[in-house]
């Protein structure tokens, strides 16, 4: 099964903010989440709070996303940078 791989406005903002400082790390970014798409709760993604919530690191970067087996969609909520 293939999930759809759907962008808030709000991350997808973000993801634009930092491409001007860090586009190797939004690469690695988006092929995390590509990834998800085939396989939604990868062994380092972890819960958070409902069942259907997920965080994925990815270098300095966090993503958020909800994953909806009903519908087959994986909605990416947020991104934000870590602070070092």
């Known amino acids: 099964m293939t999930y759809e791989i759907i962008w808030e406005p709000r991350a997808t903002n973000a993801a634009v ?5 860090d586009p190797t790390g939004l690469a690695a970014v988006y092929e995390a989440v590509d ?3 085939t396989q939604p709760r990868p062994a380092h993604s ?4 409902s ?12 993503v958020m996303y909800k994953i909806d087996d009903g519908v087959i969609h994986i909605l990416v909520t947020s991104l ?3 602070p070092r």
Do not use: E, M
């Open 17 to 21: 903010r930092f491409l001007k400082d």
């Open 46 to 49: 972890t819960p958070y709070g």
């Open 35 to 37: 990834t998800l798409a």
């Open 80 to 82: 934000g940078r870590i």
């Open 51 to 62: 069942q259907d919530v997920r965080r994925l690191h990815v270098g300095d970067y966090r």
